[in-house]
């Protein structure tokens, strides 16, 4: 079975562009959710997408947007980028059905911005 | 206050060493509890999880859960190098599927 895909795997924007990320679960999983990476934060939940909708979301500014599609694959936008936002972006994926089934991540998107 | 706190490391061990990887958290609703480790440039893979409170063994990985301190522990029996990594303590957040991670402790296991 194919794991959790990310494209693009690193990115360089500069402040004020936008951004966007695509992830793709795991095949059969209805699940995705987003995470941010840095150094200092660790690992940081941005949203979560089940059957197209959101079903659960964190503490980031409206800048930080997402959606799923009827296939499960996901999209996450930053519009305005800052320099904080440079960070390592995860995708996870997971059948939805339970809180506690496993989240599978993908390798990341490593986002630069200058 | 972090809800959930971890040192960062490194820590560095000697091969065939026992390691003992600590995160404490706040929130008394948290009842799962997972440790998951992630090699550079890779995403987390899960390791291990566990309910409530005592102890859960897997190979030379045992998860050690205390409700009553709020404290969690992972240890490595008979360390290898390829164990050199970050471990991640997670949580999630009661009646949501919202993880909540500790920011990772970086293990260096040396030959």
């Known amino acids: 079975k194919a794991g959790v895909t990310q494209t693009p795997r690193y990115l360089i924007k500069t402040r004020g562009q936008q951004v966007t990320l695509s992830c793709s679960p795991i095949s059969g999983h209805r699940s995705v959710s987003w995470y941010q990476q840095t150094p200092g934060q660790g690992l940081q939940f941005l949203f979560e997408?089940?059957?197209?909708?959101?079903?659960n979301k964190g503490n980031f500014p409206g800048r930080f947007s997402g959606r799923q599609f009827s296939n499960s694959r996901s999209e996450m936008n930053v519009s305005t980028l800052e320099l904080g936002d440079s960070a390592l972006y995860l995708c996870?994926?997971?059948?939805?059905?339970?809180?506690?089934?496993?989240?599978?991540f993908g390798p990341g998107t490593r986002l630069t911005v200058l | 206050q972090k809800e959930v706190e971890q040192d960062p490391g490194p820590l560095s061990v000697p091969e065939g060493a026992i390691v003992s990887l600590n995160c404490t958290y706040s929130?008394?609703?948290?009842?799962?509890f997972m440790w998951y480790r992630q090699y550079s440039r890779k995403g987390p893979e899960l390791l291990m999880y566990?309910?409530?409170?005592g102890n859960k063994e897997d190979g030379r990985f045992t998860a050690q859960v205390d409700k009553s301190s709020k404290y969690i522990s992972l240890f490595i029996r008979d360390s290898q190098p390829s164990d050199s990594a970050t471990y991640l303590c997670a949580m999630i957040e009661p009646g949501t599927y919202k993880y909540i991670f500790g920011t990772g402790t970086r293990l260096k296991v040396l030959a």
């Open positions: 996870a994926s997971s059948t939805g059905a339970s809180s506690t089934d496993t989240q599978y």
């Open positions: 929130n008394s609703a948290f009842q799962y």
């Open positions: 997408y089940f059957s197209e909708t959101q079903r």
């Open positions: 566990t309910y409530s409170s």
